[in-house]
């Protein structure tokens, strides 16, 4: 998407605190040129990326980060064999007693099959030395329920 906008549409968003926000984000692309498709944000400090009432719920999360670090590397396949064979005893990415639970499937199911087992194991170090597939979840932050943010670009 390409568009041009300019700071005096709406003077509080040129370094007053306000964000400029989309009003409607599939109106034709032509549209996005005109004052009238934006607005200044209600809340000072602004909410760039999300609606005036803020962020989404949930955290920010890189699929396959099992460790927490923000990488995708061997510590990860070690968390994630810990996580399949000790169970409680590994701290997870997110809410859930085990592996299988909430959204640790979606940080940890490597393949797309909605279950964590040794195919995701074996999924991940195929991606990580093998120039295997990436995780089904692919390579960016994604927004999950019940997780803390530890993932950033």
Request: hydrophobic share 35%; with cysteine; aromatic share 8%.
């Amino acid at each position: 998407q390409e568009f041009t906008y300019f700071d005096s549409w709406h003077p509080a968003t040129d370094g007053l605190g306000h964000s400029l926000n989309v009003i409607d984000i599939d109106a034709n692309l032509d549209a996005w040129n005109q004052s009238t498709q934006w607005a200044e944000s209600n809340l000072v400090g602004g909410s760039p990326g999300f609606t005036d009432g803020g962020p989404p719920p949930g955290g920010l999360q890189r699929p396959g980060d099992l460790n927490q670090d923000n990488n995708l590397d061997i510590g990860d396949a070690v968390r994630l064999l810990l996580a399949i064979y000790r169970g409680e005893d590994v701290t997870l990415p997110c809410e859930g007693a085990t592996i299988q639970d909430g959204n640790n499937v979606a940080v940890a199911d490597f393949n797309g099959d909605s279950s964590v087992d040794n195919s995701d194991v074996i999924g991940m170090l195929n991606f990580l030395y093998l120039d295997g597939p990436a995780h089904d979840g692919g390579l960016n932050c994604i927004r999950l329920d019940g997780c803390e943010s530890t993932c950033s670009s």
